[in-house]
């Protein structure tokens, strides 16, 4: 099997996916000619033609109503935003239009197309590229909010998120694009959308991540080896909808919790998991669930960003806090 970064897996999966099905098209700024500005795209405008893989104008609005007309009449979108941050004029489209069209045609009609965007923080951009921003899509009926953090795991969710016959809004962690290499099958398969994945087997506290945030928490997790601290880690990968039993059957081992995401505290995801702990899994608790999360700013400029980003560090101290508690 060839080894793939993430980067490399969003490629060979949209390829792959062309190849299969003549409807599957692509599109968004600079995603033609260039290949996006990480590259993700790049020479499908020369494998496929201009109609199947082109540039569109500065106007994200515009690009999703696009893909809307395009899913409506048989074709299989993938549109990308180039920052998740510029994904607000496209707003009113996404919950609008994309969301409530299987409800507003009482299932008449469904829109299959995949909202791909780079996502997080991490990589010092500038103009504030590096929002967080799950959770203002998760909080929509009729999305499905899907955010990978290996390149095995990116093919096989994008290619669930492909075959969907609903919306998915993908989100990609462009801090771990490139960040390291995994053996990926050139064959199709899937990896279904809402199923979580046990990271690595523990009993004594249950650690939840998704994107770059599973990498950080296993480098924190090596800074604990001489701890007697075993950890379970459990990589959400599906943030709605959401393995709720998943992590319910390992709170119930563990009897302690704790969610690590980059996106901001207040109405966070962390907050929806711990609700889901605390309706289902209270009386196992030995003590409180708790949330490390992004701080409640807008995340800072290239100076400032590694003051906001979560290291492994305060991962590890927080651990032991709860571990200890």
Known sequence: MPLMTIIDAVKNTIDQQMELNDNVVT????????GGVFRATKGLQQKYGKERSFDTPLAESAIIGSAVGMAVNGL???????????VFPAINQIITHVARYRNRTKGTY????????????????????????ESLF??????????????????????????????????????????????????????????AKVVQQGDTITVVAWGAMVREVENAIKLLENEKINVELIDL????????????????????FLVVHEAYKSYGPGAELIATINEQAFLYLE???????GFDIT??????????IITPKRIANEIKKVSSF
Do not use: C, W
């Open 27 to 34: 599109f968004g700024e600079d995603v033609g000619f260039e």
């Open 299 to 308: 995340i800072p400029l290239p100076k400032g960003e590694h003051h906001f």
């Open 138 to 195: 998760a909080h929509i009926p009729g999305l499905k909010v899907v955010i990978p953090s290996t390149p095995y795991d990116t093919k096989g969710l994008l290619t669930a998120a492909i075959k969907d016959p609903d919306p998915v809004i993908f989100l990609e962690p462009k801090r771990i694009y490139r960040a390291f290499k995994q053996e990926v099958p050139t064959e199709e398969y899937i990896v279904p959308i809402g199923k």
């Open 287 to 293: 003590a409180p669930p708790t949330r490390l999360a």
């Open 76 to 86: 299989i979108p993938i549109p990308e935003i180039q920052f998740s941050g510029f």
């Open 237 to 256: 990968r599906t943030i709605q909808p959401y393995d709720k039993q998943t992590l319910i059957n390992s709170v119930k081992k563990t009897g302690r």
């Open 110 to 133: 469904s829109l299959p197309m995949v909202i791909r965007m780079p996502y997080g923080g991490g990589i010092r951009a500038l103009e504030h590229h590096s929002e967080s921003i």
